[in-house]
T-cell receptor, first 113, second 114 residues
């Protein structure tokens, strides 16, 4: 069964600290993996998209890694800011006709001063 | 560009009533997606279109839900009759192409069915 599991479910960190969010998936055949940031009351915003051949992709202070062998991805946030407080959603696309998207439940990050 | 536009932003209705949600994708985008988000189930893909044609509606919960895309700049998601369990935030998103492109989400419609 295609599944995407994210951990931790929630996380609280101090401003300026780094953190890493995890995403494990069992989607097969794999097409790509996306990380979204969703602020409260808003739609998700894409941070990164990675295909099978990509190991790392950065977007400012956000760095996503992908290990296709172990079917794991991580999102590392460097020097966190209050504006990083949001839900981070991992989405895996299955390689089939059309675009089957399997969503994780998200990690809620709270950055405090 | 104004981004993906959804209306209404909030909708409160009574059980049994028909609800129509509207979406205008980003100009030039060929793919459109409808999502539903709840606390319990997270984000779920309901249906998506490519070049105005529905590609996969397997995520549509039941026959009470229907979606149309009469042209490249407009789509609707209709619920008839609505039920309390339909209460959720409904997002519309668009992308240039179907497969690996970035999807741009609208602000969502918060639906409450009493």
């Amino acid at each position: 069964k295609n599944q995407v599991e994210q951990s931790p479910q929630s996380l609280i960190i101090l401003e300026g600290k780094n953190c890493t969010l995890q995403c494990n998936y069992t989607v097969s055949p794999f097409s790509n993996l996306r990380w979204y940031k969703q602020d409260t009351g808003r739609g998700p915003v894409s941070l990164t998209i990675m295909t099978f051949s990509e190991n790392t992709k950065s977007n400012g202070r956000y760095t996503a890694t992908l290990d296709a062998d172990t079917k794991q991805s991580s999102l590392h946030i460097t020097a966190s800011q209050l504006s990083d407080s949001a839900s981070y959603i991992c989405v895996v696309s299955a390689a089939q006709a059309g675009t089957a998207l399997i969503f994780g439940k998200g990690t809620t990050l709270s950055v405090s001063s | 560009d104004a981004g993906v536009i959804q209306s209404p932003r909030h909708e409160v209705t009574e059980m049994g009533q028909e609800v129509t949600l509207r979406c205008k994708p980003i100009s030039g985008h060929n793919s459109l997606f409808w999502y539903r988000q709840t606390m319990m189930r997270g984000l779920e893909l309901l249906i998506y279109f490519n070049n105005n044609v529905p590609i996969d509606d397997s995520g549509m919960p039941e026959d009470r839900f229907s979606a149309k895309m009469p042209n490249a700049s407009f789509s609707t998601l209709k619920i008839q009759p609505s039920e309390p369990r339909d209460s959720a935030v409904y997002f519309c998103a668009s992308s240039i192409r179907l497969a690996s492109d970035t999807q741009y989400f609208g602000p969502g419609t918060r639906l409450t069915v009493l």
